[in-house]
């Protein structure tokens, strides 16, 4: 199943890796360098109606994401943001936090809001050659 908030994200063109209950999608406008998506594949708009099976699977995907994101941009932190108000379907902004900078292809990505919260405004727009290019590296850590 496809819902708005996995096409609004570029599903299937973002796709970093597919489960039964879940996709984790890169995030287009990278906040921090490895920023994913985690979005439920149901049409639920409230994450208590989540079926068991995808709750039980939600800690499949964490441990996935954190073990790639580790090795892909060694985060200090990593945050899970669940905003639901312009995207309804359930779904977590996965936010690798670090103190100081990471580049990747020549492009500076700076953390922002570190210590404090993430300031989701100030993000690195990619090309959809770059987006590429980062799923890409990012698909082989999982």
């Excluded at 200090?76 to 990471?102: A, T």
């Amino acid at each position: 199943m496809v819902n708005a908030t996995m096409r609004k994200f570029g599903y299937p063109g973002t796709l970093v890796k597919e489960l039964d209950h879940w996709v984790i999608l890169l995030r287009p406008a990278q906040v921090t360098l490895g920023s994913l998506i985690l979005a439920a594949k149901s049409e639920c708009t409230a994450y208590s109606d989540l079926s068991d099976g995808a709750f039980a699977e939600q800690a499949v995907a964490v441990r996935l994401v954190e073990k790639a994101l580790r090795a892909f941009c060694q985060y200090e932190r990593i945050n899970y943001l669940m905003l639901m108000m312009v995207d309804p379907n359930v779904h977590f902004h996965i936010l690798p936090r670090y103190s100081g900078g990471r580049e990747w292809q020549d492009i500076q990505f700076e953390d922002h809001g570190w210590p404090g919260p993430p300031q989701l405004k100030l993000v690195v727009e990619l090309s959809p050659t770059q987006i590429t290019a980062l799923l890409n590296q990012v698909k082989r850590h999982f």
